[in-house]
């Protein structure tokens, strides 16, 4: 009975690059939700996202960062023309059910982006 | 800015002792939520208290939750080196969907 799944679980990128970061919810799960975490710091909300839907995105920079959970596969993160200040670990979390914060979520282990 | 606030940011305590985790919150919340997260890894969710409840246990952990106050606070006991982790309230966001950490706790348990 898999977790949830993020891969690559590190992650290069030069400065410009684009880096893309998938994850796969919990068997079951249609609920993700992505949060971006610096060293030594809590996990800052980005995105929540149901199937085909975006329902929450305060979380996320304007610009060059998407987010999409399509009917098939993955989540993907999209972070377009990286910059040194997006390197931290991104992380995945899942749920069964759209909670007012009343459904526990899984987390996966998380992407570590590097942009060098 | 976030939803909660934990003290201490870092707690070091002996094998044995009790260590106590405070969180503050700022909106009206549904529940409370406290997740535990080792080096490097994802977070694990440890126990949810609902806003209509005042305490719940489970094993070595007690929660506590004071609405009026917007406060809750997580306690271990009879810690161990394995207790060893970063500890975080989480909650949602005015009754809302999302999931709101609060900075954490870097708790630190000697043998």
């Known amino acids: 009975n898999a977790g949830v799944m993020q891969n690559p679980r590190h992650l290069v990128r030069r400065r410009g690059q684009e880096a893309r970061l998938r994850c796969s919810p919990m068997?079951?799960?249609?609920?993700v939700y992505w949060y971006r975490q610096l060293p030594e710091e809590g996990l800052k909300f980005m995105v929540y996202?149901?199937?085909?839907?975006?329902?929450?995105e305060s979380g996320m920079p304007k610009e060059r960062f998407s987010a999409e959970f399509p009917k098939e596969g993955p989540s993907i993160l999209r972070i377009q023309q990286v910059v040194r200040g997006d390197s931290a670990a991104y992380f995945c979390?899942?749920?069964?059910?759209?909670?007012?914060?009343?459904?526990?979520?899984?987390f996966g282990n998380g992407t570590r982006l590097t942009v060098t | 800015s976030q939803q909660g606030e934990e003290d201490p940011q870092a707690l070091s305590i002996q094998e044995g002792e009790n260590a106590t985790m405070n969180c503050s919150y700022k909106?009206?919340?549904?529940?409370l939520q406290w997740y535990r997260q080792n080096s490097g890894r994802g977070l694990v969710h440890l126990i949810l208290?609902?806003?209509?409840?005042r305490e719940k246990h489970s094993g070595r952990l007690r929660v506590t939750l004071d609405t009026s106050k917007k406060s809750s606070s997580l306690l271990i006991t009879a810690s161990r080196a394995a207790d060893t982790a970063s500890y975080f309230c989480?909650?949602?966001?005015?009754?809302?969907?999302?999931?709101?950490f609060g900075a954490g706790t870097r708790l630190f348990v000697k043998a």
């Open positions: 979390a899942s749920s069964p059910a759209a909670g007012r914060g009343d459904s526990p979520l899984h």
């Open positions: 068997k079951g799960h249609s609920h």
């Open positions: 996202l149901q199937k085909e839907n975006i329902i929450d």
């Open positions: 909106t009206s919340i549904n529940n």
């Open positions: 208290i609902r806003s209509n409840e």
């Open positions: 989480a909650t949602d966001w005015n009754g809302g969907f999302k999931t709101i």
